[in-house]
């Protein structure tokens, strides 16, 4: 799989995004093992608490649908009206309900900084993850 492609990918899902309030919009493409992709964008909430992230999104979408294995996630985002430059890496909350739905050593976070795809594995990203 192109992560260029995933990338892309997630900058149409970017264009749905509701972000009235922060005016920060993020998109996410999330590719399952068998290279089905599952979008998502945030959507905003007046209000605040229970605004989505783009990434959540995705997986949940992914999740009704009966989907249980996954390859990478792609992820944009940058101020409503601006074109992506850093990259945009997932938050906190989202890398901790991935990591129960992913292989931590090979699950791969794809962003792209000043047009330069890069590559992480959740589990860099997520060192000494939360197990219940
Ligand atoms: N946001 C995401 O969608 N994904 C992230 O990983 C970080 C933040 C959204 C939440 C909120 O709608 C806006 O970006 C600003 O925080």
Same mark, same amino acid.
């Given at each position: 799989?192109?992560?260029?492609?995933? &990338?892309?990918?997630?900058?149409?899902?970017?264009?749905?995004? +509701?972000?009235? +309030?922060? *005016?920060?919009?993020?998109?996410?493409?999330?590719?399952?093992?068998?290279?089905?992709? +599952?979008?998502?964008?945030?959507?905003? %909430?007046?209000?605040?608490?229970? %605004?989505?992230?783009?990434?959540?999104?995705? &997986?949940?979408?992914?999740?009704?649908?009966?989907?249980?294995?996954?390859?990478?996630?792609?992820? $944009?985002?940058?101020? $409503?009206?601006?074109?992506? $430059?850093?990259?945009?890496?997932?938050?906190?909350?989202?890398?901790?309900? @991935?990591?129960?739905?992913?292989? @931590?050593? %090979?699950?791969?976070?794809?962003?792209?900084?000043? *047009?330069?795809?890069?590559?992480?594995?959740? *589990?860099?990203? &997520?060192?000494?993850?939360?197990?219940?």
């Amino acid at each position: 799989m192109d992560h260029k492609w995933l &990338l892309q990918q997630a900058h149409e899902a970017r264009q749905m995004a +509701y972000a009235p +309030y922060s *005016g920060f919009a993020v998109g996410a493409a999330l590719l399952t093992r068998e290279g089905k992709v +599952y979008r998502g964008c945030n959507i905003e %909430s007046s209000v605040f608490s229970p %605004s989505l992230c783009a990434e959540r999104v995705a &997986l949940a979408k992914a999740i009704s649908e009966g989907e249980k294995e996954f390859a990478a996630i792609a992820i $944009v985002g940058a101020n $409503v009206g601006e074109e992506p $430059v850093h990259a945009c890496f997932p938050c906190g909350v989202c890398r901790q309900v @991935l990591s129960e739905h992913v292989d @931590l050593e %090979s699950f791969l976070v794809v962003v792209e900084e000043e *047009g330069e795809v890069k590559t992480h594995t959740l *589990g860099e990203l &997520l060192p000494k993850a939360f197990v219940f």
